[in-house]
């Protein structure tokens, strides 16, 4: 209620005010013919002023406030990626026996279209995802997980992420098994049902990042041409990755 009462207050004073000016302008010029024409036509204006202000002008600006959240948010993105994300592709695709299947789709080059970053998103999504356990090296993961809680922590605490649900999980899945690695006294010698557990974890994390790397490459292609040459040049899916120019 006290929301309201000063909107209620505040309604009736502009209304009050406006019929004091009208009650002024007839007492000076006692011409009621233009006080009602001027009415009029104030009124029927207001359909197009709230066309105006509400639809168009509201939406430009909405749109400019959601392309600067995006910018901040892709530099998050790029952060995850320069902290975390680019390594930790290089560990899960290492540990995938299957990758020799579409590892030649993610060489992503200079001169690829909006529609080929299409083409190689659907071909992703029927991608047989998976992590070969026994090659895993579980104490190398703990740790380098372990490394990175804080800065994951600090990511997740940016109000930003609400823009983007996709991301928001993939640092999710990345923050619930660094936690499940480091709840374990020892990740040596685990039960075969303990470690298709952590299978399964760890696949849920390949998946979301795979895509979630392919539209960031997307995204520097189009926005920062010098950020993308980096990229290409340590792609984690190129054995031959290196970033110095050659």
Do not use: C
């Not at 909107?7 to 009050?16: D, G």
């Not at 000016?21 to 010029?29: G, K, N, Q, T, V």
């Not at 026996?97 to 970053?117: C, G, H, Y």
């Not at 974890?201 to 960031?216: A, E, G, M, P």
């Amino acid at each position: 209620m006290k929301r309201f009462s000063w909107q209620i207050m505040l309604t009736s004073v502009l209304i009050f005010l406006s019929a004091v000016f009208y009650f002024f302008h007839y007492a000076i010029f006692h011409d009621t013919h233009h006080i009602f024409i001027y009415l009029v036509g104030d009124i029927a204006f207001v359909p197009i002023e709230v066309l105006l202000v509400t639809v168009i002008i509201h939406q430009v600006l909405s749109a400019r406030e959601k392309k600067s959240r995006m910018q901040k948010l892709n530099m998050v993105i790029g952060a995850f990626f320069s902290e975390v994300g680019t390594q930790l592709l290089i560990y899960l695709s290492d540990w995938d026996p299957k990758l020799a299947n579409i590892r030649k789709d993610l060489m992503v080059t200079s001169d690829w279209s909006q529609e080929e970053f299409l083409d190689v998103s659907k071909l992703l999504k029927k991608y047989d995802y998976g992590v070969d356990i026994q090659r895993v090296d579980l104490e190398g993961l703990r740790k380098f997980l372990k490394e990175k809680i804080n800065f994951l922590l600090r990511l997740l605490e940016n109000p930003t992420l609400l823009e983007h649900e996709s991301f928001t999980d993939l640092l999710w899945a990345v923050f619930h098994l660094a936690e499940e690695l480091a709840a374990r006294d020892s990740v040596t010698k685990l039960p075969d049902a303990d470690q298709e557990h952590l299978a399964g974890d760890i696949k849920r994390i390949y998946v979301l990042l795979v895509h979630q790397w392919l539209n960031y490459m997307e995204h520097l292609k189009g926005n920062f041409p010098y950020l993308f040459s980096l990229a290409m040049r340590t792609n984690p899916f190129d054995q031959e990755a290196s970033p110095i120019v050659k």
